[in-house]
């Protein structure tokens, strides 16, 4: 599934992107594509990690969800 030719469906969404930077399954490429395409306001955000990404990552996931939600 190329995601990248739904992406733009997505407007008026607020998106985030989230990629590890030692990822062997989304390469860096395919990710910045999907951020090109994306409407904004969108954000992308690099993890020194793998395609699991870790904790710090999922925290952070969870605090812009819950911001864009207003579950503050």
Not at 1 to 21: F, I, K, N
Not at 35 to 60: M, N
């Amino acid at each position: 599934l190329d995601t990248v030719h739904y992406v733009e469906h997505l407007a008026p969404a607020r998106v985030l992107l989230q990629g590890g930077t030692k990822d062997e399954v989304v390469e860096r490429s395919e990710l910045e594509e999907l951020f090109a395409v994306a409407s904004d306001p969108k954000e992308i955000r690099w993890y020194p990690a793998g395609h699991g990404l870790g904790l710090k990552a999922q925290r952070e996931r969870i605090d812009w969800l819950s911001d864009a939600f207003g579950l503050r």
